[in-house]
């Protein structure tokens, strides 16, 4: 069976994504074309370049993601370091050590740019807080004066799982067509940092084009929606670091509540998270595994009771009613 994939954000919840999709492969699944935010992207990237559930499990367990939070010399200043630190680059921690493990990870497949995939095969939501606007790449990077073709997927990843302040947001300067007569130089930069601002479970990717097609020709959208209460113990603040932790797990994990509308329930594969935050990087193995227990079981679960002909009657009223969920 070959459906679209739209994967949620949700940190280091990404193993329960692995989960789910390996239910998927061995009901015969196949990934037409696969969209996500945040760490969905990066899932979504993955296989998009080819990679199975099997070795997307094998990453996410293997990898330390601790390492992610390269720390500068700013962080030893006593007291104010991560603080000064924040003020200067407008995040706590780099992402380009995420952004070169992404690069790394696609590379071994062949793949660098959105040129080296099929058309249309992957797409990454980040936002534009400079202007407001949510990004669908590589399309919308065309924006900036660059080339969509010649963009890097990793680069793409990057922007997409840029928590604000927790890690530094990716700039771009205008090209001197977007530029304004007499803007001055600091008005000449976009932040664009993590699609979850907008829209963490981008539903709603394919169902224009899916729209305009007859039914028999319509490939199903199927999304990976990461639900359940984050952990009730209490998050202890002790200074600038922590604060902005708590404060970016709370923003981040309040998308796994995020209200899915009858009518789009169909199509939603949702997988327990089992308490686990967005921001806990120091996840312990064994609870890795029980969040991939918990995605192929949810996933397996769905797959028993899934109908294509009652997707497509569905998804016939999710159009006629405009109830996509696409932001406004």
Known sequence: ??????????????????????????????????????????????????????????????????????????HQVPVVGPALRLFVRKGLYSGQKLEQWMADKLAAKGIRTFADLPRGKLKIIASD????????????????????????????VRMSTSIPYFFDPVVLRKSGKLRQKGESFADQFIY???????????????????????PKDQIPTLGFHLVGKESSEPKRIVGPLSMFQALFATMMGAHDERYIEEQNRFRTIKIPTLGVRVTDFDIKPEKSIELYKAG?????????????????????????????????
């Open 1 to 74: 069976m070959l459906v679209n994939g739209v994967f949620e954000g949700g940190g280091v919840k990404a193993i329960a994504l692995a989960g789910a999709i390996k239910a998927a492969e061995e009901q015969g699944v196949k990934f037409n074309q696969v969209a996500g935010t945040s760490s969905g992207a990066i899932v979504a990237a993955l296989l998009a370049a080819g990679y199975t559930a099997d070795e997307l499990k094998q990453i996410i367990m293997e990898t330390p993601f601790t390492d992610f939070l390269a720390k500068s010399w700013l």
């Open 129 to 156: 807080i400079s202007q407001g606007k949510l990004l669908v790449l590589p399309d919308d990077i065309a924006q900036y004066g660059i080339d969509p073709e010649k963009f890097t997927v990793a680069k793409a």
């Open 192 to 214: 664009i940092v993590d699609g979850g601002l907008l829209s963490n479970f981008p539903l709603w990717i394919y169902d224009e084009e899916n729209s305009k097609i007859p």
């Open 296 to 328: 192929y079981e949810a996933a397996k679960a769905y797959f028993k009771k899934w109908s294509h002909h009652d997707y497509l009657n569905q998804f016939k009223e999710v159009i006629r009613k405009g109830k996509s969920g696409r932001p406004a």
